[in-house]
């Protein structure tokens, strides 16, 4: 089942006091953009972050499940709980990098 973009704009709402927040439509599903860095992804209407080692103490407990068959297992965090955002959001913006600028289509 797809994300809808009501709950996509849900999460962007809960993000706003972290920054410039948007989301974009990737096969069907949301990525959530903080300052223009991939933090989040919604699929089927929950919220994933990838694991990295940084986030294991503070997600230590926290619901674990892949966003997608074949996909790494993630951290899905409540998207309620306004204490984990004030920490999770922070870490995720500093330790996310920018995305790569994508090679202009020159003429050959």
């Known amino acids: 089942m797809a994300s809808t973009l009501e709950y996509a704009e ?4 809960k993000l ?3 920054g410039n927040v948007r ?4 096969f069907g599903e949301y990525m959530v953009y903080l300052n223009d860095k991939p933090v989040l992804s919604v699929c089927d209407n929950a919220v994933f972050v990838k694991k990295l ?3 294991d103490a503070l997600m230590r407990g926290c619901e674990c499940g892949c966003p997608y068959e074949g996909a790494k297992e993630h951290y899905m965090p409540d998207i309620d709980d306004a204490a ?3 920490e999770l959001i922070p870490m995720l913006e500093k330790l ?3 995305p790569k ?4 289509k020159g003429k050959a």
């Open 84 to 86: 984990l955002l004030s």
């Open 10 to 13: 849900f999460v962007c709402e």
């Open 23 to 26: 989301c974009r439509k990737m």
């Open 16 to 18: 706003r006091p972290f």
């Open 101 to 104: 600028p994508k090679k202009s």
């Open 53 to 55: 080692p940084e986030l």
């Open 96 to 98: 996310t990098p920018l």
